[in-house]
């Protein structure tokens, strides 16, 4: 299984200047733009249809498709199937190969910091949890502790948490970056001096109005957590 990210963008250039601003590297591919930090691979989607979520690509998800049915409504497409999660969050899985030269870095090289995943909201964690199982994820974590981790073989790992735990905006789907407390104003304080808009600054987690953690989006829509941790 090959998996990517998958963003939508209101203009290809204003995607590519937000993602280089941040020190991501466009990988070379003849069909698509695709971007990386190392660790996480995005491909920016200029399509007007393209919705934000993942691609996951397999030679065919004959299996799958018949287990996913009891869980979740199925659509066709061209390249295979598009489905959700209780998140809403769009799953696209494609029937063959992904072409695409790319060798995951120890660590990511982005302005960003430390990569920790994608980040789910769902109203029913359980039956997400369930549909990234069929999809082959292996999965820790419980209900009970609100949140639960789901991680397949070519190490997306997709986290997600139960609604009404986050005390700030949450876009569905995010990328999330666990700096540690040391470290995360430091990054705070490059993405501004590369003037990236804050979504959100968010103080919730102390009581002297320090901005410890902020949330950007790309120009699709896409959320990023830039957390301590």
């Not at 700030?168 to 970056?177: G, I, M, R, V």
């Amino acid at each position: 299984m090959q998996s990517l990210v998958h963003t939508p963008t209101n203009q290809l250039k204003n995607s590519l200047e937000f993602y280089q601003k941040l020190g991501f590297k466009v990988i070379a591919d003849k069909s698509k733009t695709i971007v990386t930090d190392g660790k996480t691979v995005i491909e920016i989607n200029p399509d007007r249809y393209a919705r934000a979520g993942v691609k996951l690509y397999k030679k065919t998800w004959t299996k799958e498709v018949a287990k996913l049915k009891k869980l979740t409504a199925l659509h066709k497409t061209k390249e295979g199937f598009l489905l959700s999660d209780a998140s809403g969050v769009c799953i696209y899985l494609v029937e063959g190969e992904l072409k695409l030269k790319h060798k995951p870095a120890k660590t990511s090289f982005s302005v960003l910091g430390n990569y920790a995943g994608l980040t789910l909201e769902s109203l029913d964690i359980v039956r997400s949890v369930e549909v990234w199982k069929v999809l082959g994820f292996e999965i820790s974590g419980s209900p009970d502790q609100g949140w639960m981790a789901c991680k397949n073989e070519d190490e997306l790992t997709v986290n997600i948490m139960n609604p009404l735990m986050c005390p700030h905006l949450f876009f569905n789907p995010s990328l999330t970056y666990f700096n540690g407390k040391e470290n995360n104003p430091k990054v705070i304080k490059q993405i501004r001096a590369l003037k990236i808009p804050l979504v959100e600054e968010i103080t919730h987690f102390n009581d002297k109005a320090i901005v410890e953690n902020v949330i950007i989006r790309d120009p699709g829509g896409y959320g990023f957590f830039i957390f301590n941790d």
